[in-house]
């Protein structure tokens, strides 16, 4: 902000003044409550994460088999993410019907639909089910829980109700992550530090609320507005990237792309390698303090080489890879937010998504 000179006094005067116009516009295009869901992260990431979930460990696996779209398949997304730096297993998220050629009984699914009735997760767990898979779901309530609760080779783990699925990243990725941890496929962090990670997560809330935090979301969302989006993320961060650029989608209804790096060095580098290519366009990009030395060095000569384009390095702290993605993707959601409401638009609504299922419901799934 251009503020940073203000006396103490000078700067509440302003912020206030601030704070009572996003007020107004949160009042006026948030009727859904997305920015209280956004709040109530921290408490929800805690519940799902240290709840007893009631299962033992179990590595006696070939992989784990993530199923889920949407804002219900981010967490499986970003766990592949974590078991890549840190597992003894496999893990592979899918996001289409019915589920990979490869797949067979050895293979643990894990399936995760909020409402519990996605169609795409659903025929992929009917499917496991009837080739003598196990399946533990993650849901609401709906039909994956009808269908669980009913099966010998199932088990069905409920989360709270009532809000949009990307909202409800702390129960979902909280509820995954405890149940990798309980299973033994994850290495599990220690109370304290858990404890420790949990209090700061409140703390970034509070410094990145767009009410009385610390203006920097809304001071980037006023950057990017009109602008092309382009999210470049370190290997690691990949996931989460994707993530934020699905946030943007929904939450903002602003087109952006994705890419990670050092992969876009052997490809996207030629695009903005042409001048006209660098213009009307910004660059967030999502780097932590666990990057191979490499990608640091990548990171640098792309932060070199592009010198005209306006770069938002969003550093994800955090003394784990779980934390620097929870900061990330938390980071995402109040952005997201912050780019709605200049732009004017309800960060709830999603109504051609709403329009496609009202359309796919007309039609017989067997079609």
Not at 100 to 113: D, F, H, K, M, R
Not at 244 to 273: D, F, K, M, Y
Not at 344 to 361: A, E, F, M, Q, Y
């Amino acid at each position: 902000m251009a503020v940073t000179t203000q006396s103490p006094s000078g700067w509440s005067v302003i912020r206030l003044n601030e704070d009572a116009q996003i007020m107004e516009l949160i009042e006026n295009l948030d009727p859904s409550d997305m920015v209280g869901w956004t709040r109530r992260f921290p408490e929800a990431l805690r519940t799902a994460i240290t709840r007893d979930i009631g299962i033992e460990t179990d590595q006696d696996w070939s992989g784990v088999l993530f199923l889920g779209v949407g804002g219900s398949g981010a967490g499986g997304m970003m766990l592949c993410n974590m078991v890549d730096q840190a597992g003894g297993l496999p893990f592979v998220s899918w996001k289409d019907y019915g589920l990979p050629s490869w797949w067979g009984p050895e293979w643990l699914v894990i399936a995760t639909s909020y409402s519990g009735n996605t169609e795409e997760t659903l025929t992929g767990v009917k499917e496991a089910l009837e080739e003598g898979g196990t399946v533990i779901g993650i849901s609401s309530g709906g039909t994956l829980q009808d269908i669980l609760e009913n099966h010998d080779g199932a088990m069905w783990i409920d989360v709270p109700a009532g809000q949009p699925p990307r909202s409800a990243v702390g129960h979902i990725f909280g509820t995954q992550v405890n149940l990798c941890w309980s299973l033994g496929l994850l290495p599990q962090m220690d109370e304290e530090d858990l404890n420790a990670m949990l209090a700061r997560m409140e703390t970034l809330r509070d410094r990145l609320d767009l009410i009385g935090g610390d203006g920097s979301m809304m001071g980037i969302a006023r950057e990017l507005h009109g602008q092309r989006i382009q999210i470049m993320s370190a290997p690691a961060l990949g996931a989460m990237g994707y993530r934020c650029r699905t946030q943007l989608n929904e939450n903002s209804g602003i087109l952006a792309t994705a890419s990670i790096l050092p992969e876009l060095h052997h490809n996207e580098i030629v695009a903005w390698g042409d001048d006209r290519m660098q213009e009307d366009v910004q660059i967030l990009l999502f780097v932590w303090n666990g990057m191979h030395d490499r990608v640091g060095l990548r990171v640098e000569w792309t932060l070199d080489t592009l010198q005209d384009v306006p770069i938002h390095i969003l550093d994800c702290s955090g003394d784990s890879l779980l934390e620097s993605i929870l900061f990330g993707a938390h980071l995402s959601d109040w952005l997201s937010i912050a780019c709605a409401l200049l732009r004017n638009k309800d960060p709830t609504g999603i109504g051609p998504i709403n329009n496609l299922k009202s359309h796919l419901s007309n039609i017989p799934m067997d079609q």
